[in-house]
């Protein structure tokens, strides 16, 4: 355990968290929300007077930066174990384990057999990481946690972004902290309370739901909010360097756009005899976003083929000859296909690159952020915001190139905080591209994510911390 200081923040926590027993921390990614809360579970631990049977649950990809702050900022590390592998191996292991502080994934909580062990096991304290991936209240996955968190009496829901689509989003979260206290234990009651149908008056046989918050509803759900949470900004707290956006506009080559027009318009596009067909409104939009990222889906034989002019791939090839050879640069991607492309631009360029991607196992995930982090040869990092914007330090960079994005608000804020986090203050600014083709989706994306973020902000402005 290393000599640990604490910034003024954490300490003004910790000191509400621990007597409340049930407490939110809505912290920005970077904030230090996960030594936090390991301290406020020390201090539960101290007062109970041993070790409580504790259930951390967390994304996947930060599983193991959980057990090694455990190690690191507290004496609990000893009784502290990772489940994961299937569901037959996390079974096993929990049923021979001498651990009482468990860090699992979210997926542990649809294991039928594991679940049971975990009711039966009884958990005196629950974390729930990142609780935002439990605010569907139709989810069977929030259901069960809900049904879990009934039986704990120490309890944390830990968040930079509890509120991504709608206000609603912030009933199962608080139905897991506290029972219901705050917003009611039926959700809806919530809804009924809170909200109204803007089409009511429809039609029976033509109408569909439009619920939205009642007038003035921000100011309520915020006194609410913040009696038993805190809401943690970086630029309130952290002396980080200034984030410069920037956005690189790209016209589509000629090929690129007769094919997104004529998605746009009619759902289908051809190129040669080929056919790519969009059937549904939401896959019509992920062939737009891929028809700009340089490429298109043949739907007849489920390929993938490139165009010969890529514009975008040029403007990327440019940006990172220019910055690279200077500073660390994180390109992010939705796409497997554009991996690809951005590791030959690599190649070409001669520059060293890592990647962040889904399907690494937990020690070549870890090898390729070390190598990164450490090695001055390696200066791009290729990352997938899916897969690497949750629970990932990549501060070396100075840099983020978004060659393509998704609706995903989460995403977003997350990859963005990979770099503009506690340890970037070696920078004098970190920078964020958006390449961006004007006039298509890519508009559409930006202009979805920013009214979100309005609409989370609105209700989680920040608090006084005193």
């Keep these: 355990m290393i000599d640990l200081k604490l910034w003024d923040h954490q300490k003004k926590i910790i000191g509400r968290a621990v007597p409340a027993r049930q407490y939110a921390l809505f912290a920005e990614m970077g904030t230090g929300k996960t030594c936090a809360s390991i301290q406020i579970v020390r201090q539960w631990c101290a007062g109970h007077g041993g070790v409580?049977?504790?259930?951390?649950?967390?994304?996947?990809?930060?599983?193991?930066?959980?057990?090694?702050?455990?190690?690191?900022?507290?004496?609990?590390?000893?009784?502290?174990?990772?489940?994961?592998?299937?569901?037959?191996?996390?079974?096993?292991?929990?049923?021979?384990?001498?651990?009482?502080?468990?860090?699992?994934?979210?997926?542990?909580?649809?294991?039928?057999?594991?679940?049971?062990?975990?009711?039966?096991?009884?958990?005196?304290?629950?974390?729930?990481?990142?609780?935002?991936?439990?605010?569907?209240?139709?989810?069977?996955?929030?259901?069960?946690?809900?049904?879990?968190?009934?039986?704990?009496?120490?309890?944390?829901?830990?968040?930079?972004?509890?509120?991504?689509?709608?206000?609603?989003?912030?009933?199962?979260?608080?139905?897991?902290?506290?029972?219901?206290?705050?917003?009611?234990?039926?959700?809806?009651?919530?809804?009924?309370?809170?909200?109204?149908?803007?089409?009511?008056?429809?039609?029976?046989?033509?109408?569909?739901?439009?619920?939205?918050?009642?007038?003035?509803?921000?100011?309520?759900?915020?006194?609410?909010?913040?009696?038993?949470?805190?809401?943690?900004?970086?630029?309130?707290?952290?002396?980080?360097?200034?984030?410069?956006?920037?956005?690189?506009?790209?016209?589509?080559?000629?090929?690129?756009?007769?094919?997104?027009?004529?998605?746009?318009?009619?759902?289908?596009?051809?190129?040669?005899?080929?056919?790519?067909?969009?059937?549904?409104a939401l896959t019509k939009g992920l062939r737009l976003q891929q028809i700009v990222s340089g490429f298109w889906v043949d739907e007849e034989e489920k390929k993938e083929h490139g165009f010969k002019q890529n514009p975008r791939l040029l403007a990327l090839a440019e940006l990172l000859s220019e910055i690279a050879p200077v500073s660390k640069v994180i390109v992010w991607s939705s796409f497997r296909h554009s991996y690809a492309d951005i590791a030959g631009i690599c190649n070409k360029l001669g520059l060293g690159y890592a990647v962040l991607l889904g399907g690494l196992t937990d020690k070549v995930r870890q090898e390729s952020i070390d190598n990164f982090q450490a090695d001055t040869k390696t200066r791009v990092m290729i990352a997938n915001a899916a897969a690497g914007g949750v629970g990932v330090t990549l501060t070396a960079a100075s840099y983020m190139i978004y060659y393509s994005r998704s609706f995903h608000l989460e995403h977003d804020l997350q990859s963005e905080a990979r770099c503009h986090r506690g340890g970037s203050e070696v920078h004098d600014k970190i920078t964020r591209i958006d390449i961006v083709a004007p006039g298509t989706i890519d508009e559409v994306i930006l202009g979805a994510l920013e009214r979100k973020e309005n609409l989370a902000s609105s209700i989680l402005r920040l608090r006084e911390l005193l």
């Design 52 to 280: 409580l049977k504790t259930l951390v649950f967390t994304p996947p990809t930060v599983r193991q930066a959980w057990y090694r702050e455990f190690n690191q900022f507290s004496r609990l590390g000893p009784h502290v174990e990772v489940l994961d592998g299937p569901g037959a191996k996390r079974v096993n292991q929990f049923k021979h384990s001498g651990k009482k502080i468990f860090v699992t994934n979210y997926e542990s909580l649809s294991m039928p057999e594991l679940f049971k062990l975990f009711k039966a096991w009884s958990p005196e304290a629950l974390i729930f990481d990142e609780s935002q991936r439990v605010k569907d209240m139709k989810a069977k996955r929030t259901k069960l946690a809900i049904e879990l968190a009934d039986l704990a009496q120490f309890k944390l829901i830990l968040s930079g972004t509890p509120i991504l689509n709608s206000a609603m989003d912030i009933w199962a979260q608080f139905r897991i902290l506290d029972g219901g206290q705050t917003f009611d234990k039926n959700f809806y009651a919530f809804r009924a309370k809170y909200f109204i149908d803007l089409n009511a008056g429809m039609p029976s046989h033509k109408r569909f739901p439009n619920w939205q918050p009642i007038p003035g509803i921000e100011s309520v759900f915020n006194e609410k909010i913040y009696a038993k949470a805190t809401r943690v900004l970086k630029s309130e707290c952290l002396d980080l360097p200034p984030l410069v956006r920037q956005r690189v506009e790209v016209e589509l080559a000629p090929e690129q756009q007769r094919m997104y027009e004529s998605m746009k318009e009619d759902y289908i596009a051809y190129l040669g005899d080929k056919a790519c067909v969009a059937s549904i």
